[in-house]
């Protein structure tokens, strides 16, 4: 039986995983050992893999992502995350490892078939051995192919670990991020097992070998070594979030563990903007054709968020002097550089949030997404929505129709082929400005 090995990764180790999640894993296990783990229901579900969606002419990549024609591979991060998956997973799905991750990823950064990689995630966290080392690799390769992420519609703990790492994190307004923390539980048999009339007796070499016996009291030293172990990994938890997130590691620790969504997250630092899977894989291929194509950058008009370390570096190759020879800038240019790509964030962080608190944003939530991911500037933003009318309430025909697609009007249309022409720049155009609140003159 594999059982009792789940029940081993559940108990008397570090773990980074949403606590309602957790809850729901014991308790299906407890049902098995004919034990009471009384918990909240069970984690939504995760969302369907966007490979079993893929059609359209969309192919696989070598370790079998799927892969838009424009070269965009798509990696689900879904479920509970483990270190490694156990024999009994293969017949059962059973949680993700990051192991498996790991290999997905490596083969899309190496193949040449993929321009950019988009994680999808939709995950409580998991154990906590093994995540880092994760996180530290999508962190380095994303310097040499763009890694993005969304949160759709859950990005948690060990999950936000790895989704922190991508070079822009998005949400959409619905979704949550943060959960950064770590615990340590313990269940104790020894009631039921004096209910029961069993006794144990352990016969062992070492203090400290039987601690946390579930058979045995815990003595108080077991208790502060297993503190001390839970603030380690902590400590490394929030290191690896300030340096993925360019953030203070206080900022970081004072989000004391909770769940953040939508505007806040983006507001908090923990995410880049406001988009929808659609759109910010529409997004992503506009910039890895943009950036294979040789421009410099992706202006904020072409992406929901600001330009973070990956453009800021392909942007400083193009335009460093010739006269720069040695390939390693020095210490000042480097902090000057790093303080300017903060700036930068910061400012774009507030654009955002400002334009999603306008008063004029209320009653038209899904024009101010827009115009936020449009690149709109706050001046533009106000101007725009003060001028569109508010959002009805929706009707039984708009459900019936969200569904189904536009028609594509060909060219001469007035729109890219097969996308219709997005409503913030229609209205922009209508009232002779442009998203950076100039007036068409």
């Known amino acids: 039986m594999k059982l009792p090995f789940l029940l081993a990764r559940a108990f008397n180790a570090p773990l980074m995983i949403e ?52 070269g965009v591979a798509v990696l689900p991060i879904t479920g509970p995350l483990v270190h490694r998956r156990m024999p009994m997973d293969a017949e059962s799905g059973g949680p993700t490892a990051y192991k498996s991750l790991a290999f997905q990823l490596k083969d899309a950064v190496e193949d040449p078939g993929v321009r950019a990689i988009l994680l999808e995630v939709d995950s409580p966290g998991g154990e906590a051995g093994g995540v880092f080392q994760l996180a530290d690799w999508i962190y380095q390769a994303r310097q040499t192919k763009p890694i993005w992420a969304i949160a759709n519609e859950g990005a948690y703990s060990a999950a936000y670990a790895l989704a922190s790492a991508a070079s822009r994190l998005l949400l959409p307004a619905t979704a949550g991020v ?139 190759e193009v335009q460093k002097p010739a006269a720069a020879a040695s390939n390693t800038p020095a210490p000042e240019t480097q902090a000057q550089a790093q303080a300017a790509r903060d700036e930068a964030v910061q400012a774009e962080r507030q654009r955002v949030a400002a334009i999603l608190a306008l008063p004029e944003a209320k009653g038209r939530e899904a024009l101010a997404q827009e115009l936020v991911s449009q690149g709109a500037s706050v001046e533009a933003a106000q101007k725009l929505l003060a001028a569109a009318p508010a959002q009805a309430a929706e009707t039984p025909l708009d459900r019936a129709m969200r569904g189904v697609p536009n028609p594509s009007v060909g060219a001469g249309g007035g729109a890219e082929e097969g996308r219709p022409p997005r409503l913030a720049a229609v209205m922009a155009r209508r009232l002779g400005l442009t998203l950076d609140g100039k007036e068409v003159r």
């Not at 809850?23 to 939504?44: H, K, N, Q, Y």
């Open 19 to 70: 606590p309602r999640k957790l809850a729901s894993i014991t308790a299906v296990l407890g049902e098995r050992f004919g034990l009471d783990f009384r918990g909240p229901a069970d984690w939504p579900g995760a969302a369907p893999a966007l490979e079993a969606q893929a059609g359209g002419g969309e192919r696989k990549t070598r370790a079998g992502l799927r892969l838009t024609p424009e």
């Open 178 to 316: 943060g959960s950064i923390g770590v615990f340590w539980q313990h269940m104790s048999q020894v009631k039921f097992d004096q209910a029961v009339g069993l006794e144990y007796l352990v016969i062992q070499a070492g203090a400290r070998k039987n601690d946390f016996n579930p058979h045995f009291e815990v003595d108080s030293e077991a208790v502060a070594w297993a503190q001390a172990e839970v603030e380690r990994t902590y400590g490394v938890f929030v290191a690896a979030v300030a340096r993925n997130r360019s953030l203070d590691e206080q900022a970081v620790r004072d989000t004391e563990a909770g769940l953040i969504f939508g505007p806040a997250a983006v507001e908090a630092g923990l995410a880049d903007g406001i988009a929808g899977l659609d759109q910010a894989l529409a997004d992503l291929t506009d910039y890895a054709t943009n950036r294979l194509g040789g421009a410099q950058g992706v202006s904020p008009a072409a992406g929901p968020t600001v330009t973070r370390k990956e453009e800021a570096d392909m942007t400083a």
